[in-house]
DNA sequence: GCCGGTATACTCGGATATATTATGTCCGAGTATATGTGG
DNA sequence: CCACATATACTCGGACATAATATATCCGAGTATACCGGC
């Protein structure tokens, strides 16, 4: 079990997104400079934040990615969810219906089995801790040298 | 992210040895027919099960598998730690420390970043479920039939 | 009939291949800007 | 000097390679059983 790093490149750049504001939209190559990133790696994760409706890009010579909705209306487990794609870590393939002697049209194999259900619960209490966060959270929880670095570097780099 | 099926597979036959109970050891391709899983993939999970402790390996002719502790003992946390490994599944590799113009040894960096954070929290919540589970807690969840189930196939294969 | 030695069949355990997924790269379509030109 | 057409540089977006990991397989070391011969 593994978490992709694209979650973690995309929670960091839509965190800087947010400090610089949407007054003008920040370019793939430039974030990726920003974190010493593959740019287009780093890309193909932003593009799926734009599938989902987190970002919203502008092409052209000053293009580029901006939030597309508020800090407080984007959870960290909407980032996740964008980047890591909706399916659940744990997928049941129900071996318990499997090997000789089985009737898999019993009725004890309408319900889920417990495995399932404790699984399934967990991930349930891991989903909600993510959505319980917004980006507005981690703005004010990360230290202010965080938000003035970002907004130093966007002046600089823009030129 | 996604959660390897070893966890699924050692999460059932634990369970069946359970119900099975200590008086003798199961080997590991028969549980492999049990539930029609490849019998050599099947016993490089258990292994990782013995190797932390959760079930005990007797070789021989009649050797095989068996719990090392009582159900009530065994934690649903513990066996997908034996399985997926100790390590995290969110990793930080720290890229806000990186790119022009940062200094790593600032003091802000000293703490864990906000987004890092939020995804041990969520990781800890998930783990709290699934230490809060039993296989004793599993064991009287599950329908009766499939303890009996288990009991039955026990026998039949033993000849 | 009983005991000891031996061969055997079955077990686990780790070293070795293959498949799948995540990571990384490349190039084409499109757009706003900058430039040059004519009026 | 101003408006317009054009060329250009830069953007996103998806199709195409590579690397890492999970999945699957194979073979060797070891042990309890079963068998066989001797006493």
Redesign the interface.
Known sequence: ?????G???G??CC?TLAWIGDDEPVSAPRLA?????PPAYLSKCLQALVRAGILSSTPGVRGGFRLARRPAEIT?MDVVTAV?GP?P?????E??Q?????DPS?P?FR?P???T???R???L??????AG?TLAD?MS???P??AE?AQQ?HR?LRG
């Not at 400079?33 to 990133?37: A, K």
């Not at 209490?125 to 993510?130: F, H, K, P, T, V």
């Open positions: 079990m593994r978490i992709s790093e979650v973690e490149w929670l960091h965190l400079t920003w974190f010493e990133l960290v890591e399916e870590a744990f997928r049941c393939t071996i318990r499997q090997g000789p002697g089985v019993a004890e319900r089995c417990a495995i259900a404790v699984m619960r967990a991930e209490a891991w989903r909600r801790e993510l966060q981690l929880a990360a230290p040298q965080a670095r570097r600089l």
